[in-house]
């Protein structure tokens, strides 16, 4: 997992990729983390209603500027960089990204399928 650089000058917070964060315990940590540095500068604004459901689907995008925020295999991957302002919809929208992503591993929604074993059976060649 790479970080996710979060740059403060005064009332405007850039956010940048790429990183990937995986639905485990390291990857609740950064989240945690990168809430509690955000949800203050956030507070003011709603965010706009979202439909993204994080570590559910793969290839199911949040787009934030130019940020965009995909279920990847392996989890969740940011990529770009976006410039928002405290106390705009915007950041209140990746901050309740940030939030849902939270939600669903501490669930225990975000945890892969469990595998499936199949049994094989060896068979003659029949060209022998």
């Known amino acids: 997992m790479n970080s996710l650089s979060i740059d403060r000058n ?11 964060i995986t639905p485990d315990a390291d990857g ?15 507070a003011a604004a709603p965010a706009f209603p979202i439909r993204f459901e994080p570590f559910s689907k793969p290839g199911q995008v949040l787009q934030i500027g130019e940020l ?4 990847a295999d392996d989890g969740l991957s940011f990529i770009g960089s ?5 106390g705009s919809t915007n ?4 901050v309740a990204a940030i939030e849902a992503a939270i939600a669903a ?3 225990g929604a ?3 399928p469990a595998a499936v ?7 003659d060649n029949p060209f022998a």
């Open 28 to 42: 609740l940590a950064a989240l945690r983390d990168i809430d509690e540095r955000l949800k203050a500068l956030a």
């Open 110 to 112: 975000a945890l892969p």
């Open 117 to 123: 074993v199949e049994t094989t059976t060896l068979v």
């Open 68 to 71: 965009d925020i995909e279920n």
């Open 10 to 20: 005064g009332a405007r917070v850039t956010i940048s990729g790429p990183c990937t």
């Open 105 to 107: 591993i501490e669930s």
């Open 91 to 94: 950041l209140s929208t990746f």
């Open 82 to 86: 976006h410039t928002m302002i405290a």
